[in-house]
């Protein structure tokens, strides 16, 4: 069983299917939708997915592949939670970020390198706090 939710607790869901692959999305809309340089996210089987208690709003848009794509995201908080496809109802893809235990997620793949801003990558030779700076 898989379980996360948003910042705020307002959502909350479980997953009982296997957990499919995960990948990094560089591709504009996934950037301004996050506010990072990219988002990582999970497949998984809609019919697997159940959301306990939700506050949810939804935004679609046409995205980069001309696929209409809606992204479900906490009213209250702003936390995005999933997103999901017309073109693909039968998955979706669940933010790395809201999983109550991250590492059940195994990145294998990234979709829209051209879309890539330079500095997405994290340079090894800079400062690494493990907590606050100060």
């Known amino acids: 069983m898989v379980t996360g939710g948003c910042l705020c607790g307002a959502v909350r869901f479980s997953y009982d299917e296997e957990i499919g692959p995960a990948g990094y ?3 504009a809309d996934c950037r301004r939708s996050t506010g990072g340089p990219y988002t990582l996210s999970v497949r998984l089987v809609t019919s697997g997915f159940e959301v306990e208690t939700a506050s949810l709003g939804e935004f679609t848009k046409a995205g980069e592949s001309g696929a209409a794509i809606t992204r479900h995201f906490c009213v209250r908080c702003g936390s995005p939670v999933y997103t999901s496809s017309e073109h693909r109802p039968e998955f979706i893809h669940v933010k790395a ?3 109550d235990d991250p590492a059940v997620v195994q990145p294998v793949h990234e979709t829209w390198t051209k879309s890539r801003v330079v500095w997405a990558d994290i340079p ?10 100060i």
Do not use: D, F, K, T
Request: hydrophobic share 25%; glycine share 12%.
């Open 25 to 27: 999305c560089h591709c």
């Open 97 to 99: 970020g809201v999983l």
């Open 124 to 133: 090894s030779e800079i400062a690494s706090y493990e907590r606050g700076r």
